[in-house]
């Protein structure tokens, strides 16, 4: 009997572990209002559904025609009512047998309205992002309206960020990587719009490399032999008096001079009366 429940429950368990969860699409690409994108797969039976997200909302909703269709595009033109701007977040999945993949977002990869206008410049150790404040969308808010730029290595996920309004100057970058970066308006601390599709810029190396640790050693340099000088300044003037008792020689008595003359005596002692005699020296001419 535990046999056959086990042989029951393989054949049950077959099929929902055969069945593998759908690839999201690929190559999205937004042209105006009308979106498209290719299968990550050849499979027949996957479906597609494209989702939106308006700014004054936090559920995502289903774009009318475009819910489980079998096309590679779906136009959005209706969702322009949904925002009171216009301005919406989209995005798609795949489905099949009730199995879907993980949401993948649209991006912008020219700036309209609803996406801001991005241009690269890399200089060594930094890149800069420039933002064109020349929209709808910016005039309607003013200074409501920011950017926020992610960026990060390219390969790996964009999470640093920053915020700005006209353009951006990320610092401290490494030279020789390469750096990308994606970005969106933030209305009222909101996201709202697409985002820029992601681009990526080199950082280039600096030629003024030599020549500046050339400047730092010459620095350094001048920077010690001016304490050296000053310390010796220092102990020359305020210190002599010790420095001269230390280079004096030790003060001794030659032994010759503690010996007597020869044929005279100093002074002489007898065991019973005690006498002194004396020579007298006289400097000699």
Same mark, same amino acid.
């Given at each position: ?42 499979? /027949?039976?996957?479906?597609? #559904? +494209? ?6 909302? &936090? @559920? !995502? ?61 890399? /200089?060594?150790?930094?890149? #800069? +992002? ?6 709808? &969308? @910016? !005039? ?75 400047? &730092? @050693? ?10 050296l000088i000053s310390w010796i ?53």
């Amino acid at each position: 009997m535990f046999l056959t429940l086990l042989c029951i429950q393989a054949v049950v368990q077959v099929p929902v572990v055969s069945e593998a969860t759908p690839a999201p699409p690929q190559n999205l690409h937004v042209d105006k209002w009308l979106l498209t994108w290719t299968p990550a797969t050849e499979e /027949r039976d996957v479906t597609y #559904t +494209v989702q939106y997200l308006s700014f004054d909302n &936090i @559920v !995502w909703k289903d774009v009318p025609g475009c819910s489980q269709t079998s096309f590679h595009s779906c136009n959005v033109t209706i969702t322009r009512d949904e925002s009171e701007d216009g301005c919406v977040m989209l995005r798609v999945q795949a489905e099949r047998h009730g199995l879907t993949s993980e949401p993948v977002k649209f991006c912008s990869r020219y700036g309209d309205s609803c996406s801001p206008e991005v241009r690269l410049v890399a /200089r060594p150790g930094s890149l #800069t +992002v420039n933002l064109s404040r020349n929209h709808s &969308i @910016v !005039w309607e808010n003013a200074d409501h309206v920011k950017h926020k730029v992610y960026y990060g290595k390219e390969g790996e996920s964009l999470q640093k960020y920053e915020y700005g309004t006209s353009s951006v100057t990320i610092l401290k970058l490494e030279e020789g990587q390469r750096y990308c970066t994606k970005v969106q308006y933030i209305l009222y601390d909101k996201p709202v719009g697409l985002k820029s599709c992601t681009q990526c810029e080199v950082i280039p190396v600096s030629r003024h490399k030599p020549k500046q640790t050339y400047v &730092i @050693v010459t620095v350094v340099a001048v920077i010690f032999v001016a304490f050296l000088i000053s310390w010796i300044g220092y102990v020359l003037i305020f210190r002599h008096q010790r420095i001269k008792h230390w280079l004096q020689p030790p003060c001794e008595i030659p032994q010759h001079f503690l010996m007597p003359f020869p044929g005279h005596q100093i002074c002489s002692y007898t065991s019973s009366i005690r006498e002194e005699h004396c020579d007298i020296i006289s400097p000699i001419e």
